[in-house]
């Protein structure tokens, strides 16, 4: 079965400092895209930062930037400068690319502490 | 503006009372999901859409029903809720193919089967 595990349930991190939230999945497909979504208080689901696992170089947007290990399958979510509003559950998720079902994490709660 | 929407945002029903969570979307997204998300759970799929008239179970289809007759429209039908179906509900769309596997989620429908 493919899987995706968030191993930290809760972190927390000092505002300005930089924090980075793990996630490991598993799957017998070379070709798969990889995300992680942020879902602050208000319970909208917003797209963070996307990777499609046939491009080596890692994904970055703005402050956020991933560390993508194929061969570990490995996807780790790097938040750099951390603000107040980076206060949210975060989730790590996949879909092979030939195939119709998502697949999440548990999630990652994280608070960025003033 | 690009946007999935669902209503009812919230819901407080009874055991066995018929219910149906609307979706749209106005994208032109081939591509729509049910998911319900329920603490340390995650987000898990229910079902979905590849297409007009096209379904498939996802990981906790049992209790629910969905039908895809236009594009836009993916509504989600409790035919008797039960307490155990009280969670979070996402829908969301996205296109079918190519790099652009990103899915887009509606505000969330909060259902209370008492």
């Known amino acids: 079965a493919q899987t995706v595990t968030q191993s930290q349930p809760e972190m927390s991190v000092q505002e300005a400092e930089t924090v980075t939230l793990s996630c490991t999945y598993d799957t017998s497909e070379s070709n798969y895209y990889l995300f992680w979504y942020k879902q602050p208080p208000s319970r909208q689901m917003i797209l963070v930062i996307r990777q499609e696992a046939y491009k080596q170089q890692n994904a970055t947007e703005n402050r956020f930037s991933v560390n993508f290990q194929k061969a570990a399958k490995s996807f780790s979510l790097k938040i750099s400068d951390s603000q107040l509003g980076d206060t949210a559950m975060y989730f790590c998720?996949?879909?092979?690319?030939?195939?119709?079902?998502?697949?999440f994490g548990t999630g990652t709660r994280l608070k960025v502490l003033a | 503006e690009a946007q999935v929407t669902q209503n009812p945002r919230y819901l407080i029903t009874v055991t066995g009372k018929k219910l149906t969570v609307t979706c749209s979307q106005n994208?032109?997204?081939?591509?729509m999901s049910w998911y319900r998300q329920d603490p340390g759970l995650g987000l898990r799929q229910i079902y979905y859409?590849?297409?007009?008239?096209?379904?498939d179970k996802g990981d906790v289809p049992e209790g629910y029903k969905v039908s895809r007759k236009e594009k836009r429209n993916f509504p989600l039908i409790l035919e008797s809720p039960s307490p155990n179906q009280t969670s979070l509900y996402f829908c969301?769309?996205?296109?079918?193919?190519?790099?652009?596997?990103?899915?887009?989620f509606g505000p969330g429908t909060r259902l209370l089967v008492l």
């Open positions: 969301a769309s996205s296109l079918s193919t190519g790099g652009k596997r990103t899915q887009y």
């Open positions: 994208m032109n997204h081939e591509y």
């Open positions: 859409s590849m297409n007009v008239e096209v379904t």
């Open positions: 998720a996949f879909i092979p690319s030939g195939t119709y079902k998502y697949i």
